[in-house]
């Protein structure tokens, strides 16, 4: 292998492959110079190196060049989403650091914190930093608006629901009931609708369109502090704290994906240069960069078609762009001059203003 990539491999932007006897892509890799990435994989030093064991199983190297560094970290990423080696899987690090609110499907839908944004279908929000204090805010948002926060497979029964043959009176699963901090669609004590309209009133404040459970706890709060009952007066507030950091990481969320939303002209090797549009942090189209009026015209009417159709504004991300999204926000924030290559939309389709938008999961 080290003789093949010494005669073969070229100091450029590419991604690459460590194959096992059987065939098996190992781990798949990125660098912005190829060669010099992997030589140093025939110079670990101790077994336990990360390039060591991946070494130490592998039987083959393959490899391709891109443009740019950047479009190795998309191509690597498409590649390990669709092989998923088993040693990138299990080195795979950023996800355990971020958490999302998943508000589930189903009957009686809830809101909790997962780990990654993936699995069965749901919406999820995010990425966010501090799994406690998302935690903590997700349950005084829960109580606030009286959904159920217990397994997801409670048995649910709605109040509309006629079970002529259930004759057997029903006790809730949970005292949450008793204290009204859940309308009880386990014991039909609410309707379908009733509690649907509390999951919407939740999926408008995580989209940041409706702020009713922070006006609510105030409202409370206000008014605990004029009967003098500073002990409950001061508990709310720490409550309306709670909901309010939530909405404040939602609205830094929601920036952070607007602001991803540009044409980005990327320079290439040996003149590739390449050109991506990229909305809500997220590329959706790319094309040699253009070199003539109708490259031009055609790179217009991409951009068009790309931010054109109406997308929802919200902190809510299509499962399958949430990697995307998390290393294009890498990409600029390690890279911010990167940020001086890119352009509005509106720049480039005149002074038409260009709304952004999230397509919901
Ligand atoms: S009252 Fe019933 S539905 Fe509500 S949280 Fe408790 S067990 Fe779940």
Redo the contacts with the bound molecule.
């Keep these: 292998m080290r003789g093949e990539v010494r005669a073969a491999a070229e100091d450029r932007p590419g991604v690459y492959r460590m194959l096992s006897t059987d065939g098996e892509v190992l781990y798949i890799g990125k660098s912005k110079r190829i060669r010099t990435r992997l030589m140093s994989y025939f110079r670990c030093a101790y077994p336990e190196e990360k390039g060591a064991r991946i070494l130490r199983e592998a039987y083959a190297i393959d490899w391709e060049y891109t443009p740019s560094e950047f479009a190795a970290l998309l191509r690597e990423l498409q590649l390990i989403k669709q092989l998923r080696p088993r040693f990138n899987v299990a080195m795979k690090r950023d996800d355990r650091h971020y958490v999302f609110i998943k508000l589930t499907r189903g009957a009686?839908p809830k809101l909790l914190v997962v780990r990654g944004a993936g699995g069965e279908p749901a919406t999820y929000y995010g990425p966010f930093l501090g799994a406690r204090r998302v935690n903590e805010a997700l349950h005084e948002l829960s109580d606030a608006l009286s959904l159920?926060?217990?397994?997801q497979d409670?048995h649910?029964v709605f109040a509309d629901q006629h079970e002529l043959f259930q004759l057997t009176p029903r006790t809730?699963?949970?005292?949450?009931?008793e204290v009204k901090?859940?309308?009880?669609?386990?014991?039909a004590?609410c309707t379908a609708a009733q509690y649907q309209a509390q999951v919407d009133l939740a999926r408008a404040f995580l989209e940041g369109t409706n702020d009713g459970p922070i006006a609510q706890l105030r409202t409370e709060m206000d008014a605990c502090a004029e009967l003098l009952n500073f002990e409950r007066a001061a508990v709310l507030r720490d409550k309306l704290h709670r909901l309010e950091t939530l909405r404040e990481m939602f609205s830094r969320m929601r920036f952070a994906v607007e602001t991803l939303s540009f044409t980005y002209a990327v320079p290439g090797h040996a003149g590739d240069d390449r050109v991506y549009v990229i909305r809500r942090g997220t590329v959706r189209a790319e094309t040699p960069a253009p070199r003539t009026a109708r490259d031009r015209a055609r790179l217009v009417s991409m951009v068009r078609d790309v931010f054109d159709p109406p997308e929802r504004s919200s902190g809510a991300v299509p499962t399958h762009e949430i990697d995307e999204l998390l290393l294009l926000s890498s990409w600029f924030r390690r890279n911010p001059r990167e940020l001086e290559r890119t352009k509005a939309p509106a720049v480039l389709l005149g002074a038409r203003a260009v709304a952004p938008g999230v397509r919901s999961a």
């Design positions: 009686a159920r926060d217990c397994a409670q649910i809730p699963g949970c005292i949450r009931l901090k859940c309308l009880g669609p386990c014991v004590a």
